[in-house]
């Protein structure tokens, strides 16, 4: 039988996201921002063009769409994002990040802590890293039934066609390269 070892990994994981907690802090303060508007707008950096709503960012952070609504509204107004209609349906609003937007991503995330440490170590222990915290969180995500939002080409309704395009079959649009490695709150995990 696996010995559970549920405490000393919650410790872990607990210290390890003070840290980040603690150096991200640092640079919003120095930004004007809060922890939720950091959030969001990194979710924004870099999930597709099914995601970028509104509703994408409530059920990305866990909150109620009033709330979201609220955060997304200060973060226009300082000019992190703009809304952009959707080009089918005039009703869906998609929300990009502005220039000042990107900068601010750019100078915060990944955190310094992290990016010094992960320096020092060789590419397969981060290899290794990587693939156990993904089995962690989809665990997690499913024991609490979560949407999954993961890496678009990890999806069991992405395909490749016989001319190479990417194309999901859920949609049936065709997908561009850079959309295959951003994250999508419609994934689904092949069975
Ligand atoms: S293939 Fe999956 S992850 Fe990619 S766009 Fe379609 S539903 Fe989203």
Redesign the pocket.
């Known amino acids: 039988m696996v010995e559970m070892k549920t405490d000393e990994i919650y410790q872990y994981l607990e210290r390890i996201a003070n840290l980040l907690r603690t150096d991200t802090r640092r640079s919003m303060v120095e930004k004007g921002l809060q922890p939720v508007q950091l959030e969001a707008l990194h979710y924004l950096s870099h999930c ?1 063009r ?1 995601s970028d709503t509104p509703a994408g960012v409530a059920d990305y952070l866990g909150l109620t769409k009033g709330t979201v609504s609220q955060t997304l509204g200060l973060m226009e107004n300082i000019g992190m994002i703009e809304k952009l209609p959707d080009y089918k349906d005039r009703r869906v609003v998609h929300l990009q990040l502005t220039a000042r937007g990107r900068k601010v991503i750019a100078e915060t995330i990944p955190p310094k802590s992290l990016q010094l440490a992960l320096d020092q170590m060789p590419g397969v222990e981060q290899d290794s890293i990587l693939d156990v915290l993904d089995k962690l969180l989809r665990a997690m995500q499913v024991a609490n039934q979560l949407r999954t939002f ?1 890496v ?1 080409k990890t ?1 069991r ?2 395909r490749i066609e016989m001319d190479g395009r990417h194309r ?4 049936g649009e065709f ?1 561009e390269n850079v ?1 295959i490695d951003k994250i ?1 709150r ?3 995990v092949p069975v």
């Open positions: 597709n099914y993961g678009c999806c309704h992405h999901c079959a859920l949609t997908l959309d999508c419609e994934h689904e």
